[in-house]
């Protein structure tokens, strides 16, 4: 079983940054990938970005891509996702999620199994 819990979340100008952190407690094993997702008012629950436990591989939406960051502390089990240039439409709860997945499910909310309260992020122009 495996417990997450986001934090990091706030209000923010729109350029500005911040740095959300998602704690694992339980085993995460090798074959994890570790996700963000976030959803906003009346909107599905998106991908933003993930990355491989084992090997630390990559990977994002489009929409972040080059200005979100993601990363891990293996020996302290949290993922990280630097957020920089924030823009209005960034607006939403963000949710951590870990899974064994395949890649070509990893942007599928209904993969994971294992999820976090979510934190909100709200960016105002």
């Known amino acids: 079983q495996v417990q997450l819990v986001e934090s990091g979340g706030e209000s923010v100008q729109a350029g500005g940054s911040l740095r959300l952190s998602c704690v694992a407690s339980?085993?995460?094993?090798?074959?994890?990938?570790m996700t963000w997702f976030r959803q906003a008012p009346g909107k599905e629950r998106a991908f933003v970005a993930a990355?491989?436990?084992?090997?630390?591989?990559?990977y994002y939406a489009s929409s972040v891509e080059g200005r979100f960051a993601i990363s891990r502390e293996t020996d302290k089990n949290t993922v990280f996702l630097q957020m920089n240039s924030l823009k209005p439409e960034d607006t939403a709860v963000y949710y951590c999620?870990?899974?064994?997945?395949?890649?070509?499910?990893?942007?599928?909310?209904?993969?994971?199994?294992?999820w976090g309260q979510g934190t909100q992020v709200a960016v105002s122009s």
């Open positions: 990355i491989t436990w084992l090997d630390g591989d990559t």
């Open positions: 999620a870990a899974d064994a997945v395949i890649a070509a499910r990893r942007g599928l909310p209904d993969s994971y199994g294992y």
């Open positions: 339980g085993r995460i094993w090798p074959s994890y990938t």
